[in-house]
């Protein structure tokens, strides 16, 4: 068995077999898969609009830059966006030439960890974003990602948070034409989870959602507006 950091994760790199690759093939199809995000762009408009001008933003899982990193950038926020993917990391830098991105992963944010002082380090932002990022880790994992975020954050900095809600770990999935691995909690369990790591939830809220792809089936999806507590 490896040991386990104080931080909480193990010691190596985290397993992410086949997640970046799926999204390297996928590419710019994946918006066209899921063309309708009204829960992403109010969640969206909610932290670009509740945050004081020309704020500091991380994109956890930025995708191809829309519409979240756009978004942000076009209120005036100075967005970093991260992602697995280097395709879309290549996409989004195309997109969104105002913003900076980096490939990593979430897990290399954390203190200590590769990517902390690419990404800018301890409260370094006033508010985050993690859009269905999350629920490409495991569930051992998704706490301390949480965890990692809230460290990222100035005191009382927010979070737009969402998931699909799905009693499931590290399960795998056909997406597009591709094998993903997902996980997901019940709405009281995400709670739990969130709070649990520091957030209060300000706001939630909830979409019925059929993505355009037959291959993906409907979903449901949870968005949670939150707030750092000090």
Do not use: N
């Not at 966006?81 to 900076?100: H, T």
């Not at 597009?176 to 939630?204: K, N, P």
């Amino acid at each position: 068995m490896e040991s386990v950091g104080s931080d909480g994760y193990e010691y190596g790199v985290p397993d992410r077999t086949g997640q970046a690759e799926a999204f390297d093939a996928i590419g710019d199809r994946y918006d066209d898969a899921f063309p309708h995000k009204e829960g992403q762009l109010a969640a969206g408009a909610w932290l670009a609009g509740s945050l004081p001008a020309g704020s500091r933003v991380i994109d956890l899982g930025c995708g191809s830059g829309v519409p979240t990193t756009r978004q942000l950038s076009d209120a005036g926020h100075k967005v970093v966006g991260i992602d697995l993917s280097s395709k879309m990391v290549s996409l989004a830098r195309e997109r969104v030439p105002d913003a900076v991105f980096h490939q990593m992963d979430i897990a290399d944010l954390r203190p200590g960890g590769p990517g902390e002082t690419v990404a800018g380090g301890k409260g370094r932002y006033d508010g985050a974003t993690a859009f269905f990022s999350l629920l490409m880790l495991p569930r051992a994992e998704i706490p301390l990602a949480l965890a990692t975020v809230r460290e990222l954050l100035v005191p009382s900095g927010l979070l737009a948070l969402s998931m699909v809600e799905a009693d499931v770990d590290d399960f795998a999935i056909p997406f597009l034409g591709h094998t993903i691995r997902v996980s997901g909690y019940l709405r009281d369990d995400l709670r739990r989870v969130v709070c649990d790591a520091g957030f209060e939830i300000v706001e939630e809220s909830s979409y019925s959602y059929a993505p355009a792809s037959t291959d993906v089936p409907p979903e449901e999806q949870l968005f949670l507006h939150c707030r750092r507590l000090t």
